[in-house]
């Protein structure tokens, strides 16, 4: 059972900037893909960005060229650094882990979330 525990979450004004952490309680060389999911207020959780073990990136369009996702192996840390915050930008922002331990047995992981609030 993987834990993921986000940080980093927080109020910043329109145009600002924020990095967000998602920490594993175990070796993410083990985690085959993680991303960034996100749900504001009466919406559904959305994708925002994913980085697989290979390091390979994707983004949701609405993100893409203001959002970077990247992880380090060796604090078992990934993170998701957002520049160019919009207030649309504003939700709880979820970590996510997909492990795929055999062929018939995939699991996957959620943090509990952290608020982002992008206002003036």
């Known amino acids: 059972q993987v834990q993921l525990v986000e940080s980093g979450g927080g109020l910043v004004q329109p145009g600002g900037s924020m990095r967000l952490s998602c920490a594993a309680s175990?070796?993410?060389?083990?985690?085959?893909?993680m991303g960034w999911y996100r749900q504001a207020p009466g919406k559904q959780r959305e994708l925002v960005a994913t980085?697989?073990?290979?390091?390979?990136?994707n983004y949701a369009d609405s993100v893409k060229g203001r959002f970077t996702v990247s992880k380090d192996n060796a604090k078992n840390t990934m993170y998701l650094q957002m520049n160019s915050l919009k207030p649309e930008d504003t939700a709880v922002y979820h970590c996510?882990?997909?492990?795929?331990?055999?062929?018939?047995?995939?699991?996957?992981?959620w943090g509990q979330g952290t608020q982002v609030t992008v206002s003036s």
């Open positions: 175990e070796s993410i060389d083990k985690i085959n893909s």
């Open positions: 996510n882990a997909v492990q795929l331990i055999t062929i018939w047995d995939v699991r996957m992981y």
């Open positions: 980085i697989t073990s290979g390091g390979s990136t």
